[in-house]
């Protein structure tokens, strides 16, 4: 399968644990995109890299977030300290461009309790 | 910023029914707009796409959608819906310069009965 990978495809943590996600994109997509999604929204934009650059971040990221794609490739997103509204499914997308659409994973949906 | 409206959060329609759900996005420059769609329990998927030229544009399973420049509007239509169409629709918009991200609305959910 060459399309988006997320792991792990669900995690239950407990309160004030720390959690980390992997998205492997699409291999010759230079850009990454993280989203959150709850139940009855649509994806909200927490941040994206073009490359190895993170380039943008949501207001959304709190200090807890944190995303890395320190080769360009894969990237890892890592929540500090969860809380339960950190509960979601996070998503992942990469494109080859801005003119280009984005392939989203299945994503890691993560439950707090 | 960029940002994006859809305007009906839940559309209920019979098979063979007409279908055009409203996207407006807020941004002053040139913008890609999608329509992505989310089946029960799958990924988000493409519908269409438009960058430039003709502002009607088909995608797959017979949908299309026609940005409208003066109205800052991208709506999604289909003449005849089927009970299949069921699932979620994502209108979504970037500016067509480097460095900005993919926005999404905040979806419709369309249900199509039989």
């Known amino acids: 399968d060459t399309g988006v990978s997320q792991n792990p495809r669900h995690k239950i943590t407990k309160r004030g644990q720390n959690v980390t996600f992997r998205c492997d994109p699409i291999s010759e997509h230079n850009r990454l995109y993280w989203y959150r999604q709850t139940l009855g929204q649509g994806p909200e934009f927490l941040t994206y890299?073009?490359?190895?650059?993170?380039?943008?971040k949501s207001r959304l990221l709190s200090d807890r977030f944190s995303a890395e794609r320190p080769k360009g490739s894969f990237s890892t997103l890592e929540i500090q300290r969860t809380e339960q509204g950190d509960s979601a499914m996070y998503l992942c997308a990469s494109s080859s461009s801005g003119r280009s659409e984005a392939f989203f994973g299945q994503g890691t949906r993560l439950t707090v309790v | 910023a960029q940002s994006v409206s859809q305007h009906n959060h839940h559309v209920i329609l019979s098979e063979a029914a007409s279908l055009e759900l409203g996207c407006n996005y807020s941004?002053?420059?040139?913008?890609?707009l999608f329509w992505y769609v989310q089946y029960p329990g799958q990924h988000l998927q493409l519908l269409l796409k438009y960058f430039s030229g003709d502002p009607l544009v088909k995608g797959i399973k017979g949908f299309e959608a026609e940005f409208i420049k003066s109205k800052f509007s991208f709506n999604l239509r289909k003449p005849s819906v089927q009970w299949s169409d069921t699932a979620e629709y994502f209108c979504a918009v970037t500016a067509n310069q480097a460095g900005t991200a993919l926005i999404f609305g905040k979806g419709t959910t369309l249900s199509v009965s039989s």
């Open positions: 941004y002053g420059g040139t913008v890609n």
């Open positions: 890299f073009q490359n190895e650059a993170q380039l943008e």
